[in-house]
């Protein structure tokens, strides 16, 4: 009877750790962004991006995930887009599988008019990490007609379902993650 009892407790053992897996494979993220350009006067002296973007391998085009129609951030869209210093570039969200040791795929973020372009990952470790890498190209309105720069360009630290924005002098995120 002992010898059933503990090939028993063998057996529930292996169905919860492989069971563990399976869940940890098949869990997903809400991934929901606003990005915006502004232009607000300020005396910060901020170096124009000289490297490139280093991409990930595995960029993934934001179009091949799921849109999502529920978005919590529709209010603080609406209120960028009413103050003229703010531009809203894109307000999206979808859905965003856990990748293999909590690494999300890199996902592809491009503006409508080419002018944005860069790449957002998740990451769950120890914590959820946000790493984001955006450019932003715009003309300056110093008649010289070259173009300039900005680089948004950060790994930050988050918790779910708390919004978090990302700062740069011309370019701004809004950005909340929520498990599934």
């Known amino acids: 009877m002992t010898m059933l009892k503990i090939m028993l407790c063998s057996f529930t053992a292996m169905l919860v750790f492989f069971s563990a897996s399976v869940l940890a494979e098949s869990s997903a993220y809400q991934i929901e962004l606003i990005l915006f350009s502004q232009a607000m006067p300020n005396t910060e002296v901020f170096d124009q ?28 869209y609406a209120a960028l887009a009413k103050d003229s210093t703010y531009q809203p570039i894109m307000h999206v969200a979808w859905i965003q599988p856990v990748g293999e040791g909590g690494l999300s795929a890199p996902v592809h973020i491009q503006g409508v008019d080419g002018k944005l372009n860069g790449y957002l990952q998740v990451q769950q470790g120890q914590g959820l990490q946000l790493t984001v890498d955006l450019e932003l190209n715009s003309t300056p309105g110093d008649g010289t007609g070259k173009p300039v720069v900005y680089r948004l360009n950060e790994k930050r630290p988050m918790k779910f379902n708390e919004i978090y924005y990302l700062d740069h002098p011309k370019l701004g995120a809004i950005v909340k993650i929520s498990p599934l």
Do not use: F, M, N, R
């Open 49 to 76: 991006a000289v490297q490139p973007i280093h991409w990930p391998s595995g960029l993934i085009e934001l179009s091949a995930y799921a849109k999502q129609e529920h978005t919590s951030l529709d209010d603080s």
